[in-house]
């Protein structure tokens, strides 16, 4: 398997841009996570799906923010209008139930707000 | 509320022991998980503890005790490659989501 395959690798936007990220979890994996990880906070829950459908969007910082998973092989992450408050490694996650093997994470996606 | 406690930074050298130490203070409890993440990549599964004790896994360990909210993660005959950041997580109830403590990092030196 190719594992948690997330792009772009790399974006650079200017503030007040959309930005759009990308995540395809694990064929089979019911579970799909985004986090946000920044020095000063860690990484951060922002939102989970279970089998497609959202359960948790509380970490969601702002109505800015939205996600969406329209089928089990794929989920965006939705910033619009960005920030540099925004500026950070945006990870995409998933799993086969919330068992013992934790989560796979996609290599993330590094977003700078200029 | 919900607070996962690890130290910032730790060092040692090649072919010591460390053990970084990981407090919870969480809603419930429903397994507490270790991962490690070199500088610029994803982190990877290394644990999991959901009842008391010590997990062994080849040169690392991780023990439990979840009447303190504790667990510590032991790194044996360290090599410069376990150099990373050691991230301790908690899930607090069954199907609900990993939450992250903010990371040790490690570096190993010869």
């Known amino acids: 398997d190719a594992g948690v395959i997330q792009s772009p690798r790399h974006e650079v936007t200017e503030m007040g841009q959309e930005v759009t990220l990308r995540c395809k979890p694990i064929?089979?994996?019911?579970?799909l996570f985004w986090y946000r990880q920044t020095m000063m906070r860690g990484l951060e829950l922002l939102i989970y799906?279970?089998?497609?459908?959202?359960?948790?969007d509380s970490g969601m910082p702002e109505d800015r923010f939205s996600a969406k998973m329209p089928n089990a092989s794929f989920s965006t992450l939705k910033i619009q209008p960005s920030e540099p408050r925004d500026s950070a490694v945006y990870f995409c996650?998933?799993?086969?139930?919330?068992?013992?093997?934790?989560?796979?994470f996609g290599s993330g996606t590094r977003l700078t707000v200029v | 509320g919900q607070n996962i406690d690890q130290p910032t930074e730790m060092t040692a050298t090649e072919g010591a022991i460390v053990q970084i130490n990981c407090t919870y203070q969480?809603?419930?409890?429903?397994?507490l998980f270790w991962y490690q993440q070199h500088a610029g990549e994803a982190p990877t599964f290394l644990s999991y503890?959901?009842?008391?004790g010590l997990e062994e896994k080849g040169r690392f360990s991780s023990f439990l005790s979840r009447s303190k909210g504790y667990s510590y993660l032991l790194l044996k005959e360290l090599q410069m490659k376990d150099s990373a950041s050691y991230l301790c997580?908690?899930?607090?109830?069954?199907?609900?989501?990993?939450?992250f403590g903010k990371g040790t990092t490690l570096s190993v030196s010869s």
């Open positions: 969480t809603s419930g409890f429903n397994g």
């Open positions: 997580a908690v899930r607090n109830q069954a199907g609900t989501a990993l939450i």
């Open positions: 064929s089979g994996h019911d579970y």
């Open positions: 996650a998933s799993s086969m139930g919330q068992g013992r093997y934790g989560y796979t």
């Open positions: 799906f279970n089998n497609n459908v959202p359960i948790d």
């Open positions: 503890n959901v009842l008391d």
